[in-house]
């Protein structure tokens, strides 16, 4: 059997708040069956906020943040994220910023550092039993 395919939207809110963008989005006949939050403080945010209106998490609507942040592990259910490698990230600026103070030329053109994330999984996205 094969899923449905994925409908993404971008729900963008203000001073009404996501309760209300929700809402709307609802209204409008979309039901998401995940969000992926900017980052893990918005998801913490958006968990309340659905736990407010009655929705159960990850059973109703799987959440995942971005960043690893401590408050990942402290709500209910645990945030799934993606953790940024810090470490890595650090060595590479690091490296890249000695290059440039060691150099004879005034500018050096940019460079791009790819660095890999990793998927960290808990208890905020539904899983289908694996056989």
């Given at each position: 059997m094969l899923a449905a395919p994925a409908r993404v939207h971008e729900i963008q809110?203000?001073?009404?708040?996501f309760a209300t963008a929700f809402k709307t989005l609802l209204q409008q006949g979309d039901?998401?069956?995940a969000?992926?939050?900017s980052h893990d403080g918005l998801a913490v945010h958006v968990i309340s906020e659905l736990h407010r209106l009655g929705?159960?998490?990850?059973?109703?609507?799987?959440?995942?943040?971005?960043?690893?942040?401590?408050?990942?592990?402290q709500i209910s259910p645990p945030l799934t994220t993606i953790r940024l490698p810090g470490e890595d990230m650090g060595i590479a600026?690091?490296?890249?910023?000695?290059?440039?103070?060691?150099?004879?030329?005034r500018q050096l053109p940019p460079q791009r550092v790819m660095?890999?994330?990793k998927l960290?999984?808990?208890e905020s996205v539904f899983r289908l039993a694996q056989d």
């Open positions: 809110y203000g001073e009404e708040g039901r998401p069956t969000l992926f939050c929705y159960k998490v990850p059973q109703d609507i799987s959440i995942i943040g971005y960043g690893d942040f401590a408050a990942a592990l600026a690091f490296r890249l910023l000695l290059e440039r103070m060691n150099s004879t030329r660095v890999v994330p960290i999984e808990r």
